[in-house]
């Protein structure tokens, strides 16, 4: 008889998660186009502020999350077909659409676009640890629903192919998946249904030369419920929405989450994971 699979125990974990201050500006912007502009923004470290969360494990529970309810749901998907996960071009080749596939499926669109991807491994030495590939210690969204919306005019381009499946439903959608087992810095998300959307958010925006993006920054508040999975494996993607064209009016469904320390697991090595973006489109109603 086959020795059954070992199933890990849950673990909630007490931790720290940084946040935003109340600040009475709902708009905060950072220009690089003007003097000052970097000056500004090592200035907003200022706004920062740690504040002590407890972070669920819903390991054997995963199915009571949905996207449609929570915001974010953990699914089982296996990619037989991707037989080194080290192998940064064949998980861009293969990874890829079969991620697009996953995503259509469980939100049953019939269109998406990936319009970025991002391969997180984050190595010891100092100069590393500075790459904007490591884990993001604080508490956002990657957008706010203005920026979700820019975003989707400059990734269609064609104006009238914009209209076109805005009357539809757009959903942002960010799939975060472990390239190994997940244990130093794994990410947690903020139940949607726990978050003032009016009250406990601020825009965040950046003004390059080549253009603007504006991500949402969190106050804390003691009704924010917060989740991860331990031990996550390749096979155990985390979908979670950046924005929902159907929840625009109560904040856009932009789920906050953030990256954590996990006291047990300090000094493990650094974690590696890839996160892959894109626009899933649901046709309006008949």
């Keep these: 008889m086959a020795a059954a699979a070992v199933v890990p125990s849950k673990k909630d974990i007490q931790t720290e998660l940084v946040y935003w201050k109340r600040l009475e500006d709902r708009l905060v912007v950072t220009d690089f186009t003007q003097p000052g502009g970097e000056q500004r923004f090592a200035e907003q470290e200022n706004y920062n502020e740690r504040h002590p969360v407890q972070i669920h494990d819903i390991r054997g529970e995963e199915a009571k999350y949905t996207l449609d309810k929570n915001g ?157 999975l331990s031990r996550q494996q390749p096979n155990e993607p985390l979908l979670f929405k950046q924005f929902d064209s159907r929840a625009t009016e109560q904040g856009g469904c932009t789920v906050a989450h953030s990256a954590f ?8 090595e650094p974690r590696q994971s890839i996160e892959i973006k894109m626009f899933a489109f649901i046709p309006e109603e008949a």
């Design 72 to 228: 974010f749901q953990y699914v089982r998907h296996d990619v037989p077909e991707l037989d080194d996960w080290s192998d940064e071009e064949k998980i861009k080749a293969i990874l890829i659409p079969k991620t697009e596939e996953l995503v259509r499926q469980v939100t049953g669109a019939t269109k998406s676009i990936v319009f970025t991807h991002r391969i997180r491994c984050l190595a010891t030495d100092s100069a590393k640890r500075a790459d904007n590939r490591a884990p993001a210690h604080s508490v956002h969204s990657d957008f706010t629903p203005t920026g979700a919306l820019h975003n989707l005019d400059i990734t269609v381009k064609d104006p009238a192919e914009v209209e076109r499946l805005r009357r539809g439903r757009v959903l942002a959608i960010n799939v975060w998946r472990p390239l190994k087992t997940i244990t130093k810095d794994p990410l947690a998300v903020c139940d949607w249904q726990s978050v003032n959307a009016q009250d406990e958010w601020i825009a965040y925006r950046f003004v390059f030369p080549h253009g603007w993006n504006e991500l949402g920054k969190v106050v804390r508040s003691a009704n924010h419920k917060w989740y991860y």
């Design 261 to 268: 320390v996990d006291p047990e697991f300090v000094d493990a």
